[in-house]
Nanobody, 115 residues
Framework: QVQLVESGGGLVQPGGSLRLSCAAS????????MGWYRQAPGKQRELVAH???????NYAESVKGRFTISRENAKNTVYLQMNRVKPEDTAVYYC?????????WGRGTQVTVSS
Protein backbone atom coordinates (compact mmCIF):
# COMPACT_ATOMS: atom_id res chain seq x y z
CA GLN A 1 0.00 0.00 0.00
CA VAL A 2 1.38 3.36 -1.05
CA GLN A 3 1.48 6.08 1.58
CA LEU A 4 2.72 9.64 1.37
CA VAL A 5 2.62 11.42 4.70
CA GLU A 6 3.25 15.15 4.86
CA SER A 7 4.37 16.99 7.97
CA GLY A 8 5.75 20.35 8.99
CA GLY A 9 2.87 22.63 8.14
CA GLY A 10 1.54 25.29 10.46
CA LEU A 11 1.26 29.00 11.07
CA VAL A 12 4.19 31.20 10.11
CA GLN A 13 4.65 34.95 9.93
CA PRO A 14 5.35 36.71 6.65
CA GLY A 15 9.06 36.61 5.92
CA GLY A 16 9.54 33.50 8.02
CA SER A 17 10.58 29.97 7.15
CA LEU A 18 9.05 26.53 7.26
CA ARG A 19 10.21 23.09 6.17
CA LEU A 20 7.76 20.51 4.91
CA SER A 21 8.57 16.81 4.82
CA CYS A 22 6.92 13.94 2.98
CA ALA A 23 7.70 10.37 3.97
CA ALA A 24 6.88 7.76 1.35
CA SER A 25 6.30 4.05 1.70
CA UNK A 26 5.13 1.31 -0.63
CA UNK A 27 6.98 2.68 -3.67
CA UNK A 28 10.48 2.47 -5.08
CA UNK A 29 11.14 6.01 -3.93
CA UNK A 30 14.37 6.57 -5.83
CA UNK A 31 12.64 5.87 -9.16
CA UNK A 32 9.87 8.41 -8.70
CA UNK A 33 9.70 12.09 -9.49
CA MET A 34 8.60 13.74 -6.27
CA GLY A 35 6.66 16.95 -6.17
CA TRP A 36 4.93 19.47 -3.96
CA TYR A 37 1.64 20.98 -5.04
CA ARG A 38 -0.61 23.44 -3.26
CA GLN A 39 -4.23 24.43 -3.31
CA ALA A 40 -5.55 27.65 -1.88
CA PRO A 41 -9.25 28.14 -1.09
CA GLY A 42 -11.24 28.67 -4.27
CA LYS A 43 -8.26 27.95 -6.50
CA GLN A 44 -7.02 25.00 -8.50
CA ARG A 45 -4.21 22.82 -7.29
CA GLU A 46 -0.90 24.03 -8.71
CA LEU A 47 2.64 22.72 -8.94
CA VAL A 48 5.06 24.29 -6.48
CA ALA A 49 8.18 22.27 -7.27
CA HIS A 50 9.31 18.87 -8.34
CA UNK A 51 12.52 16.87 -8.29
CA UNK A 52 13.27 14.00 -10.63
CA UNK A 53 14.89 10.72 -9.76
CA UNK A 54 18.10 12.18 -11.15
CA UNK A 55 17.88 15.27 -8.96
CA UNK A 56 16.74 17.82 -11.54
CA UNK A 57 14.40 20.42 -10.11
CA ASN A 58 11.65 22.67 -11.42
CA TYR A 59 9.86 25.49 -9.61
CA ALA A 60 6.80 27.62 -10.09
CA GLU A 61 7.77 31.18 -10.93
CA SER A 62 6.06 32.45 -7.80
CA VAL A 63 8.40 30.50 -5.49
CA LYS A 64 11.70 30.61 -7.39
CA GLY A 65 14.50 31.88 -5.19
CA ARG A 66 12.46 31.35 -2.02
CA PHE A 67 11.63 27.64 -1.90
CA THR A 68 13.97 24.68 -2.28
CA ILE A 69 12.96 21.09 -2.93
CA SER A 70 15.29 18.25 -2.01
CA ARG A 71 15.12 14.52 -1.54
CA GLU A 72 16.83 11.98 0.68
CA ASN A 73 16.48 8.59 -0.98
CA ALA A 74 17.95 6.73 2.00
CA LYS A 75 15.02 7.99 4.08
CA ASN A 76 12.35 7.86 1.34
CA THR A 77 11.68 11.51 2.11
CA VAL A 78 11.26 14.68 0.09
CA TYR A 79 11.49 18.14 1.62
CA LEU A 80 10.32 21.61 0.78
CA GLN A 81 12.26 24.41 2.45
CA MET A 82 10.13 27.53 2.37
CA ASN A 83 11.90 30.84 3.03
CA ARG A 84 10.65 34.42 2.93
CA VAL A 85 7.09 33.19 2.89
CA LYS A 86 4.26 35.48 1.84
CA PRO A 87 0.54 35.51 2.68
CA GLU A 88 -0.17 34.26 -0.83
CA ASP A 89 1.73 31.06 0.01
CA THR A 90 -1.15 30.11 2.29
CA ALA A 91 -2.58 26.82 1.05
CA VAL A 92 -2.82 23.11 1.66
CA TYR A 93 0.42 21.57 0.44
CA TYR A 94 0.30 18.10 -1.10
CA CYS A 95 3.08 15.64 -1.74
CA UNK A 96 3.06 13.81 -5.06
CA UNK A 97 4.96 10.79 -6.34
CA UNK A 98 4.95 10.21 -10.08
CA UNK A 99 6.22 7.36 -12.24
CA UNK A 100 5.11 7.55 -15.83
CA UNK A 101 1.35 8.08 -15.80
CA UNK A 102 0.97 6.79 -12.27
CA UNK A 103 0.51 9.40 -9.56
CA UNK A 104 0.18 9.08 -5.82
CA TRP A 105 -0.92 11.83 -3.45
CA GLY A 106 -0.64 12.57 0.21
CA ARG A 107 -3.48 14.01 2.25
CA GLY A 108 -1.90 17.43 2.55
CA THR A 109 -0.64 19.74 5.25
CA GLN A 110 -1.95 23.23 5.90
CA VAL A 111 0.43 26.18 5.67
CA THR A 112 -0.89 29.53 6.83
CA VAL A 113 1.16 32.69 6.45
CA SER A 114 -0.21 35.44 8.65
CA SER A 115 0.88 37.98 11.22
Amino acid sequence: QVQLVESGGGLVQPGGSLRLSCAASGIIFSSHTMGWYRQAPGKQRELVAHITSGGSTNYAESVKGRFTISRENAKNTVYLQMNRVKPEDTAVYYCNAAWGLINYWGRGTQVTVSS
